[in-house]
């Protein structure tokens, strides 16, 4: 069975404080996807990762695929009331099978 | 295009009776995926197709559980004989086969069986 591990699975910090999440295999995949979810509504995509080692930035989020395919980590810059939400990361492999998910951070950004 | 969309958008329902939502993809993807998604816990893969064709289903999916996709467009799943275990958000995807693995969702739908 394919498992994702997310850490830490809450984190409350204040406004204008770094964060990092992690998300950790022992399985290989082909891409990696970042998801944001608000409680009642559906995932929403952040960012693909595809290539080890891979680097992406989406303003004050930096998205890192590991070297081996196997981990990703999502930095979060200054965090902002705005970034409160669960965040998903999910594992795809080649030919868009399902994705597997890991359990979600929960984040919530005190003002 | 809209993104894919997600009816009803909440469902309360008694336990034994049938349930049927559906789902809309992006009009170009041709793949379409059911997850479930229990609280505190992420999505779980249900069943997904290609065009019209059901290509693999969980172990999730009981025998009360049923998925089309008549036309290759928009997807139904229906929930029969409903129990408590089976609230749960229900959440659609779609993708394009070469397109990547990125999956979009839609909004889900939340089911609450009494």
């Known amino acids: 069975t394919q498992l994702l591990e997310q850490s830490p699975q809450f984190l409350s910090i204040q406004e204008g404080e770094n964060l990092t999440v992690y998300c950790n295999s022992s399985?290989?995949?082909?891409?990696l996807q970042w998801y944001r979810q608000e409680p009642g509504e559906g995932p929403v995509l952040l960012v693909t990762?595809?290539?080890?080692?891979e680097v992406k930035k989406l303003k004050r989020l930096t998205f890192q695929f590991g070297d081996a395919r196997k981990d990703s980590s999502l930095h979060i810059t200054a965090a902002q009331p705005g970034d409160t939400g669960l965040y998903l990361c999910?594992?795809?492999?080649?030919?868009?099978?399902?994705?597997?998910f890991g359990k979600g951070t929960r984040l919530s950004v005190i003002a | 295009d809209t993104g894919v969309s997600q009816n009803p958008r909440h469902k309360i329902t008694k336990r034994g009776q049938n349930v049927t939502f559906r789902c809309d993809p992006i009009?170009?993807?041709?793949?379409l995926y059911w997850y479930r998604q229990t609280l505190g816990q992420g999505p779980e893969f249900l069943t997904y197709?290609?065009?019209?064709?059901?290509?693999?289903k969980s172990r999730l999916l009981s025998d009360r559980f049923s998925a089309e996709r008549p036309k290759g467009s928009f997807s139904t799943l229906e929930i029969q004989r409903t129990e408590q275990g089976d609230s749960a958000m229900y959440l659609c995807?779609?993708?394009?086969?070469?397109?990547?693995?990125?999956?979009?969702f839609g909004p889900g739908t939340r089911l609450l069986v009494l």
């Open positions: 399985s290989v995949f082909s891409s």
């Open positions: 999910a594992g795809g492999k080649v030919g868009n099978t399902p994705l597997v």
């Open positions: 197709f290609q065009n019209e064709a059901q290509l693999e």
């Open positions: 990762v595809v290539t080890g080692g």
């Open positions: 009009s170009e993807h041709n793949r």
């Open positions: 995807a779609s993708s394009y086969r070469t397109g990547g693995e990125t999956q979009y």
